[in-house]
């Protein structure tokens, strides 16, 4: 008999979820929160492990799990190296199938079988991108035909479209969006556009690929109205990619009806690094879709084809329950943790502009947990190497962890515009429930004395 066909762990032979094991190696239940919401100080101690001399605002780039997780992803590690043979027979499929259902029931899909674990969002991209690519190759799609991406989509899948599809013979249209941004409208308009050129030439667009929250600068996308607006253009295939969505914005991935969407867990879900989930609807194409590393179960269906890609700690993917037990102890569960960071974000993004005598990046409703603020233009951010430098002399210097962005000015705002006055950096500011308003003074007040005592990113070496 095939021991990887062996389903009896499945219906319930193996419970519980690594909270802890008893002598004989067995998984008790796992243990409750209390029903009393979470205290400061108690949030305190979930975070101790964070440096207290950082001012810690940049939430968006590699989140932060809290101590009670990492406590069970410990013991999942150690349940492991106990018996490892055990572990890869009896517990590690059931043990995912339950993170799987737990997602399922998140984002309102219709199956668990849609739901795959995966690394990172950049694995999810792979994998999808890894699919048009065959589909190149293989002839179903013409050379030249398009795929469309939006101008701020994430470096990486920047990097994997050129990698997958422009190797095999697409061609790639990109969407500029505008920013600073005033409403949704500016994004659909230009979107249409970039799809009418997509389809000029008799070519036709293959793929979409939209982000839900763009990275750089950070705007929250409408992505229901532009998979609608694809739906209506003949589009293919709709991508979303949103791997700053679970947690910071509510996910229906049914009413967003896009084919294809991918979201880290360990941002703004809690879960150590790394784990994300990629949505694929259930239809014949989604059936050919393949993890990009192959192991033994290699044409079985994504989901098992990235339940085992080789020996390797799976334990991020395991603690999805836990994390929805730390986030029962805030009122609200996570709907409530949502809100508040989004409140909080935007009060604190509008307490720096005032300060800076700046403004924001997009109105309050294009934002989630992070927004973008304007830094004062006296500052002289005027390229992305100038951005980069000055984040890296925030963080060693004054022990402030904020991601910088460098937008050029308009055409014609260059003589139109002092350069002193002009917003050509922006920091983007996060809000997490370990933040306190300190964090945020501290940058206020930073800044503050940097305009006074004249400072100029000239004054930065460039190594």
Same mark, same amino acid.
Not at 54 to 75: D, E, H, K, T, Y
Not at 83 to 103: K, V
Not at 107 to 119: F, K, P, T, W, Y
């Given at each position: 008999m095939d021991p990887h066909r062996d389903h009896h762990a499945e219906n319930g032979s193996h419970d519980g979820d690594g909270s802890g094991d008893d002598s004989n190696g067995r998984l008790p239940k796992r243990r409750r929160p209390?029903?009393?919401?979470?205290?400061?100080?108690?949030?305190?101690?979930?975070?101790?492990?964070?440096?207290?001399?950082?001012?810690?605002?940049?939430?968006? +780039?590699?989140?932060?799990?809290?101590? +009670?997780?990492?406590?069970?992803?410990?013991?999942?590690?150690?349940?492991?190296?106990?018996?490892? %043979?055990?572990?890869?027979?009896?517990?590690?499929?059931? +043990?995912?199938?339950?993170?799987?259902?737990?997602?399922? %029931?998140?984002?309102?899909?219709?199956?668990?079988?849609?739901?795959?674990?995966? %690394?990172?969002?950049?694995?999810?991209?792979s994998i999808v991108l890894q699919h048009v690519s065959w589909a190149f190759t293989e002839g179903h799609f013409n050379k030249g035909d398009a795929v469309v991406m939006l101008h701020y989509a994430y470096g990486a899948i920047k990097k994997s479209i050129q990698a997958y599809v422009t190797r095999a013979g697409g061609h790639v249209i990109v969407a500029p969006l505008p920013f600073p941004v005033t409403s949704n409208e500016e994004i659909v308009q230009e979107f249409r556009k970039a799809l009418e050129r997509g389809k000029s030439n008799g070519r036709k667009v293959r793929l979409a690929v939209i982000d839900h929250i763009t990275s750089m600068p950070s705007v929250l996308i409408p992505v229901k109205e532009l998979t609608k607006i694809c739906r209506e253009e003949g589009v293919d295939k709709v991508f979303v990619d949103a791997a700053h969505a679970i947690g910071s914005v509510d996910v229906d991935v049914k009413d967003i009806g896009a084919d294809f969407y991918t979201s880290n867990l360990h941002k703004w879900f809690f879960c150590p690094p790394s784990v994300a989930f990629l949505y694929s609807k259930k239809c014949l194409a989604s059936s050919d879709l393949h993890h990009p590393v192959v192991s033994h179960e290699y044409g079985n269906g994504l989901p098992m084809e990235s339940g085992w890609i080789g020996t390797r700690d799976y334990s991020a993917q395991l603690v999805v329950p836990s994390v929805m037990d730390f986030m029962s102890r805030f009122e609200g569960g996570i709907e409530g943790i949502r809100k508040r960071n989004h409140d909080k974000v935007v009060e604190m993004g509008k307490l720096l502009a005032k300060s800076w005598g700046t403004c924001l990046g997009s109105p309050p409703d294009m934002c989630t947990s992070m927004i973008m603020v304007g830094l004062p233009g006296c500052l002289g951010i005027s390229t992305e190497k100038d951005a980069l430098k000055f984040r890296s002399f925030l963080r060693d210097q004054f022990h402030v962890e904020v991601p910088v962005y460098h937008q050029s000015p308009k055409d014609g705002e260059n003589d139109a515009l002092d350069w002193r006055s002009s917003v050509t950096g922006y920091v983007r500011i996060s809000h997490q429930v370990y933040n306190v308003e300190d964090d945020y003074i501290k940058l206020r007040d930073v800044i503050n004395k940097l305009v006074h005592d004249g400072f100029n990113c000239t004054m930065l070496s460039y190594s």
């Open positions: 209390s029903p009393s919401p979470i205290s400061v100080a108690e949030i305190r101690d979930e975070f101790s492990h964070h440096d207290p001399a950082v001012a810690r605002i940049n939430n968006g +780039s590699f989140g932060s799990c809290p101590a +009670s997780v990492l406590a069970a992803q410990l013991r999942w590690q150690r349940l492991f190296l106990r018996q490892p %043979d055990d572990f890869y027979f009896n517990r590690l499929r059931p +043990s995912l199938l339950r993170s799987r259902a737990t997602i399922k %029931d998140l984002i309102n899909a219709d199956d668990v079988d849609e739901v795959s674990l995966v %690394d990172n969002a950049t694995t999810a991209a």
